[in-house]
């Protein structure tokens, strides 16, 4: 299995930015992707996740400027970056927990840079 992100880039404080996340192989099925983010200096941090019933989390720090949501049926996530801040700037990592041939375990993708200049 494979996860391809897309969509980082540089933008301005306040403007929008979309992630987006595809899921690629044979015969598996996804229990939960999200988003992690590591700023230059820090931990690698989680973002936002949604699981297979469509319930969603996000960490506080974004809670009412991002959104996740999912296209199942193109085992696709999206993450919707409203008003971007400078401290939003890292590296954004697509993970998924993906069950295959009756085991489960976690699958990173490459990650995606973004920057929000002040």
């Known amino acids: 299995v494979q996860l391809q992100a897309s969509g980082g880039g540089l933008v301005q404080a306040g403007e929008s930015l979309s992630l987006s996340c595809l899921a690629s192989g044979n015969a598996f099925s996804i229990n939960a992707i999200g988003w992690y983010r590591q700023a230059p200096g820090k931990q690698r941090e989680l973002v936002a996740v949604i699981n297979d019933s469509g319930g969603s989390n996000l960490a506080d720090s974004v809670k009412g400027r991002f959104a996740i949501s999912r296209d199942s049926s193109m085992n696709t996530v999206h993450l919707q970056m409203n008003s971007l801040k400078p401290e939003d700037t890292a590296v954004y990592y697509c993970?998924?927990?993906?069950?295959?041939?009756?085991?489960?375990?976690?699958?990173w993708g490459q990650g995606t840079l973004v920057t929000v200049s002040s």
């Open positions: 993970n998924a927990l993906i069950s295959r041939l009756g085991t489960r375990r976690y699958y």
